[in-house]
């Protein structure tokens, strides 16, 4: 397969920036499955894949170095469409710059972009992103439950047309943090970021699948005819009232930059709250801090959210809680405190508007658990088919 390298032009004038996909950032951590954000990398090219939700003819690409400690030099990188696995489809290859330089050097804390890439991408196509790092880059940080296969290979491989060299894989993201896309048109308000804990990451969804409910969601917009990025900045774990060295800065801290910093963002969809009721429920190590909150300190973290969103002109969606009864942190107590949380979210009339995924996926037999076809095994995280329900509770006129 011959594999060309075409030298990106930036287009002129300055093109206007589109949601293309996104990820939230964490700091690096173990996690749940193996992942190489603790050691970072050293002479190593990393292969990651994601699916746009919006459509272009130049892309950029966004590095989060948020959590380092040292500055980070990114020795190159490329992006291109995706073939299949880590192969890329010929001749889509594109080097990506940086200020016009093929490597850049990321400041501890900082995020850069690339230079825009002429590279034409449809809705739901997939981009391959390449990041070659020469030198030891610390603990890397990253995006723990991808549900996507990244890739690993030693050296420099970013030309490399044969996927078999990118021999390590791990399902999580490392320093992308975004995706953006221009096809020459103005810019338009109508971006929906879909925000939380591991029900909007996707856990439990097919790997590679493309199968959240973000993705869902994007596709019944498509379907309707009325197309729009959605970007999910969901973090498994995430909590709405405490940060966790594992599962994310809070809710609270993170909305303004995973939510209303995101280009063109119209509206955002929020469900968050399991873990504050859950993890106070059961002693393990990775479920701290985990202090009893009552339902009213989430509804104060909820109108946090409410009032920053309105503030920025942005439309919000609250979720309701999933029924999680048989999940290891079913208690009576947790159970009571998801019943009056979601009881407000429905009643308030706080939100703009109200996704009732608790009703849209609970068992008719037993309310307090999901339904067994949309159970993804622990009693709290739909499968796939939970997962197309969820997206479809949600009031598309509302967005």
């Known amino acids: 397969m011959n594999h060309h390298q075409i030298s990106p032009s930036s287009p002129s004038p300055s093109p206007s920036w ?4 996104a990820a939230a950032v964490q700091r690096p951590s173990e996690g749940f499955h193996k992942n190489w954000a603790l050691d970072g990398f ?3 090219t ?3 894949v994601v699916r746009v939700t919006g459509s272009g003819t130049s892309a950029r690409i966004k590095l989060s170095h948020r959590y380092g400690t040292a500055p980070l030099e ?4 490329t992006i291109a469409r995706t073939d299949h696995d880590a192969a890329e489809r010929a001749g889509t290859v594109r080097r990506l710059t940086f200020g016009g330089a093929d490597g850049v ?6 995020e850069v972009y690339s230079d825009a890439a002429e590279v034409s991408v449809a809705p ?12 030891p880059t610390g603990p890397a940080s990253f995006h723990a439950q991808a549900y996507a296969t990244a890739y690993r290979a030693a050296g420099d491989q970013l030309a490399a047309a044969d996927p078999a060299v990118f021999g390590e894989t791990t399902v999580s993201w490392y320093y992308l943090a975004a995706v953006e896309l221009a096809d020459g048109g103005p810019s338009r308000a109508d971006t929906v970021v879909v925000f939380g804990d591991s029900l909007t990451d996707g856990f439990a969804s097919t790997v590679d699948g493309n199968r959240r409910y973000s993705d ?7 379907g309707r005819g009325t197309p729009r990025p959605v970007l999910n900045q969901g973090i498994g774990g995430n909590l709405l009232l405490a940060d966790s060295a594992w599962f994310g800065e809070r809710a609270t801290a993170r909305f303004r930059r995973d939510v209303l910093d995101q280009p063109g963002v119209r509206s955002v969809v929020v469900l968050v709250g399991l873990n504050d009721i859950g993890f106070s429920e059961v002693e393990l190590p990775t479920y701290r801090p985990n202090p009893d909150r009552t339902a009213a300190e989430l509804i104060a973290g909820y109108r946090e959210l409410i009032g920053m969103a309105g503030a920025a002109g942005v439309r919000v969606t609250g979720g309701t809680i999933l029924p999680f009864k048989g999940a290891e942190y079913h208690t009576p107590a947790a159970e009571a405190k998801r019943r009056e949380v979601n009881d407000w979210i429905r009643a308030s009339g706080e939100f703009d508007a109200v996704a009732d995924f608790a009703a849209a996926l609970a068992d008719p037999a037993d309310p307090d658990a999901l339904a067994p076809a949309y159970d993804g095994g622990d009693h709290k995280h739909p499968n796939d088919a939970g997962y197309r329900i969820m997206a479809e509770a949600v009031d598309i006129a509302a967005l």
């Open 42 to 44: 050293a002479d190593q």
């Open 124 to 135: 739901f196509a997939s981009l391959t992103v390449s990041l070659y790092f020469a030198r």
């Open 105 to 110: 050097r990321i400041p501890a804390g900082g």
């Open 216 to 222: 869902a969601l994007a596709e019944r917009l498509a």
């Open 46 to 48: 990393v292969r990651q």
């Open 18 to 21: 589109k949601a293309g996909w």
């Open 74 to 77: 990114v020795a190159g990188a």
